[in-house]
């Protein structure tokens, strides 16, 4: 259920995963483009590090913001891994016409018995006509943006018993075998077993 205060909204979801399986998806590209359907992504997880993402321009065009997708974009300010994250002086950048901005973007997990309690709140300073729409459309964003995230990692997660880390187990699961060919012996290693044998 989403709440509102202000401008802002907020969505929580129950997800059968770890907190840090959970938060890495927000920072991993190939997650991105899967669940959050994003085009292009820089996201660094650290403070002061850059938070962009960027979806194709939509073939609808809505009456005040004109077409949607674009790019969102702001400053990592506060991470700690498998707990939080907090995103400030964010700015959405429409196809064409002016950014929406700044807003700020938190996203905290907590542990609820076998699985993670995400939260993901947006808000922003201003109350416009082009704000409460841009609200509007983002607040069911959120809500479907949510249930694609926990289908990818529900469905991606292969738990790695080592690590106890589904998010972890299935990027390594996916990362190509190589083939691994043995080096050539020198000549000097060669001459040292050709005089042993003998």
């Not at 700044?102 to 704000?131: D, Y």
């Not at 995230?149 to 299935?170: H, N, W």
Request: hydrophobic fraction near 35%.
């Amino acid at each position: 259920m989403a709440r509102h205060n202000g401008i802002s909204v907020e969505h929580s979801l129950l997800i059968t995963a770890t907190p840090s399986c959970v938060l890495d998806a927000f920072f991993d590209s190939r997650a991105l483009a899967t669940w959050w359907n994003t085009t292009q992504s820089v996201t660094v997880p650290e403070p002061l590090g850059v938070y962009a993402v960027e979806w194709e321009p939509t073939v609808y065009h809505d009456e005040l913001l004109g077409q949607l997708g674009g790019s969102f974009h702001g400053t990592v300010m506060d991470y700690r891994p498998g707990f939080e994250f907090f995103v400030a002086d964010a700015y959405w950048l429409p196809p064409q016409g002016n950014p929406l901005g700044p807003m700020a973007l938190e996203v905290t997990c907590t542990v609820e018995g076998p699985a993670t309690r995400v939260t993901v709140r947006q808000s922003g300073l201003e109350n416009g006509t082009r704000w409460k729409k841009y609200f509007s459309l983002i607040d069911r964003g959120w809500l479907s943006a949510l249930q694609a995230l926990s289908t990818y990692i529900e469905k991606s997660s292969v738990l790695d018993t080592a690590s106890g880390d589904p998010y972890i187990a299935t990027r390594e699961s996916k990362k190509k075998t190589m083939l691994r060919i043995p080096k050539p012996e020198s000549t000097v290693a060669k001459s040292r077993r050709l005089k042993k044998s003998s």
